[in-house]
């Protein structure tokens, strides 16, 4: 199992790196999105994955460390899940506001062929 | 348990709340600001509180939720936060100045996302535990992206799809790094984890290493270090005048993160660690300073001439810290208000500046000098303003660098004082460029085109207050530079010295639960 978390953890941040590095604003906000799942699995494998048991106490169970799995990434994860899932929701509504106001989905907002000026021309000015 | 420690996060919070209640139409610009005025004396009182205690050399630590610091969440107030609180208010108090005298009416929202950012930023310096620093920052940042784009269009959408991108991405190798801290360490308190860090075993040191590093390249990045602070000056210089003001302080709050995370963790008894990162710091810290200056020098706009200004500070304060004896902390103590104060001058007055060219230029009448409305007061601000920024004698950037300067250690002289002194040339000869090129120069003929925003009357009282109040701020620092120098000089004491931190925030013992 950790070989197969730890390559999912690996094989999702290089997506996600290389997608960050592409010139599309959407692309951009994908490999966002895959490099944001890497880390919360990686957060999440660092309380040490364990199979079957639960992160609150129960009954009928001991109360010892041995039953239970680290509660706490658990509870890191959800809040990075959160701000993650925001902010993708608000880079996509800047990246479609970015793209109707320059008329481009490039990152910088004109193509690269274009000469530097013709950019500032559809959005006059800022 | 001290309950004025939460205060500052508190009363904010509660003012954003309240302005969400009160934006509709129908209250009017008056009941918003009277809400936000209200909240900003509530906070002052808070924070003047605090700082008088924390001034006393007392460290205090509070525990949400009465959970024990080495499991839940701590906030502690020592004499750094206090100090970083009183920075913060003092800007923020002339940024809503300035504001409102116009700017929140046509920005939605904007009460309500100035004093999130007020939450984000005192968190941020409040928190006792890594991973709330990180929920602090993106408290922060989220304000900061609705402040930088609310009202905004075309250019900037693109400057603030750069900013977001950018910062979104370092906040997610933030929660890499804390995921390998907590697995190498299995604690996310600061105190814990200082700890900790001493006696790790050799075996889970690289790892921790790594976590480490890219927890400081996280900070660096937030703190427009050389590499990574391609994103700031077009962002700053996009942003509306009073956001950009308060902008000013967001890179100060990665540089206090460096000097929190090393002063507590990499000290001399981490063993190791003792160090860890301080010779990257000092070079980058010395690369940076040296290419900002030549960006201040080559700025066409004096919105990014300021920006520059700001890595130029940032930069400063990056020697200052990673040199790392009593008298360089102190002295960088010293100078990141009075840089902060004077850099959010600049950016007001840029404003000021850009609004009277805007209105000489509809009028269209090329005439000479004067044709520039009202050119006294604004021209002699940005002169005080560049005397200050550039750390010329008798104000206190002067007093800060001299400190500085006189604290480097030896091993360092020659290249500190080349690159420190040699950057404040080039920072004289691009402000006096710029003033050359704004105050006595034909307007409206060669600069970069104006933005066509629409008509606003000549500059309102309250707006030269604001950027007078900033300046003031910098005069009274220069008169009290000797108590305010002798605090400085005690709070590096108190960061040089971990132990007392770590002993406070363990002896810290919960009130009603069982540990």
């Known amino acids: ?126 | 348990m001290n309950h004025l420690v939460i205060l500052p996060i508190l009363i904010p919070l509660l003012g954003a709340a309240l302005s969400l209640f009160i934006e509709h139409r129908r209250y009017g610009p008056k009941v918003q600001r009277s809400v936000a005025w209200a909240s900003m004396a509530a906070l002052a009182v808070a924070v003047g509180l605090l700082f008088a205690q924390t001034s006393q050399g007392q460290i205090s630590a509070y525990l949400l939720g009465d959970w024990p610091a080495r499991l839940g969440i701590a906030l502690v107030a020592d004499g750094l936060a206090g100090w970083m609180l009183a920075t913060t208010l003092l800007l923020a108090i002339a940024c809503l100045l300035y504001a409102c005298t116009g700017w929140d009416r046509r920005a939605p929202h904007f009460h309500a996302l100035f004093q999130f950012q007020l939450v984000g930023l005192n968190g941020a310096f409040l928190t006792g535990d890594i991973f709330n620093l990180f929920v602090f920052f993106e408290v922060m940042l989220i304000a900061s992206y609705g402040l930088l784009l609310s009202g905004g269009r075309g250019l900037r959408m693109r400057i603030g799809l750069h900013y977001v991108v950018f910062n979104v991405t370092a906040s997610t190798l933030f929660l890499i790094a804390l995921g390998m801290l907590y697995a190498t360490l299995g604690s996310l308190n600061m105190a814990e984890i200082g700890q900790r860090i001493a006696e790790l075993p050799p075996s889970h040191l690289k790892l921790a290493k790594a976590a480490l590093g890219l927890l400081l390249l996280v900070f660096c990045s937030k703190a427009a270090l050389l590499p990574m602070y391609l994103w700031l000056p077009e962002s700053y210089a996009r942003a509306p005048a009073a956001v950009a003001a308060l902008f000013v302080i967001m890179t100060k709050v990665g540089l206090y993160s460096v000097l929190r995370v090393t002063s507590l963790w990499f000290d001399a008894d981490a063993g190791a660690m003792s160090g860890y990162g301080s010779d990257w710091l000092l070079w980058a810290g010395i690369a940076t300073l040296a290419v900002a200056a030549l960006g201040a020098l080559a700025a066409t706009r004096m919105s990014v001439l300021v920006a520059y200004l700001v890595v130029v500070s940032a930069a400063t304060l990056f020697i200052a810290f990673a040199l790392g004896n009593a008298g360089t902390i102190s002295a960088g103590l010293y100078y990141l208000p009075h840089s902060t104060f004077v850099a959010a001058a600049l950016f007001l007055i840029a404003d000021l500046m850009r609004r009277r060219r805007l209105q000489a230029d509809r009028r269209r009448n090329h005439e000479l000098v004067a044709v520039l409305p009202g050119k006294t007061v604004p021209g002699l601000l940005y002169l005080f303003a560049a005397v200050a920024v550039a750390g010329l004698p008798p104000l206190a950037g002067f007093l800060a660098k001299a400190a500085l300067l006189q604290a480097v250690p030896q091993a360092h002289t020659g290249v500190v004082w080349a690159v420190v002194l040699g950057s404040s040339l080039l920072v004289i000869m691009g402000l006096v460029r710029t003033g050359i090129r704004l105050f006595w120069h034909v307007p409206g003929d060669d600069d970069a085109a104006p933005e066509p925003e629409p008509a606003e009357a000549p500059a309102r009282p309250f707006e030269t207050a604001a950027a007078c109040l900033l300046l003031g701020y910098a005069v009274l620092m220069t008169v009290f530079a000797a108590p305010l120098m002798r605090q400085t000089d005690a709070i590096a004491d108190q960061l040089l010295a971990p132990d007392q931190y770590l002993h406070d925030v363990r002896g810290t013992t919960p009130q009603v639960r069982q540990p």
């Open chain 1, 1 to 126: 199992m950790e070989l197969a978390l730890a390559s999912a953890i690996g094989v999702l941040a290089g997506i996600g790196i290389y997608l960050l590095l592409r010139a599309r604003s959407f692309d951009v906000i994908l490999g966002m999105t895959f490099l944001s799942y890497a880390t919360n699995l990686l957060i999440f494998s660092a309380g040490r994955p364990v199979i079957g048991k639960a992160p609150v106490l129960k009954d009928g169970v001991a109360t010892s460390l041995a039953h239970y799995t680290d509660p706490l990434p658990q509870a890191l994860v959800l809040t990075a899940i959160v701000i993650a899932f925001a902010m993708t929701a608000v880079s996509i509504v800047l990246a479609m506001r970015s793209r109707s106001d320059n008329h481009s989905d490039h990152v910088d907002a004109h193509e690269p062929e274009l000469p530097a000026d013709d950019a500032a021309k559809p959005g006059a000015g800022a």
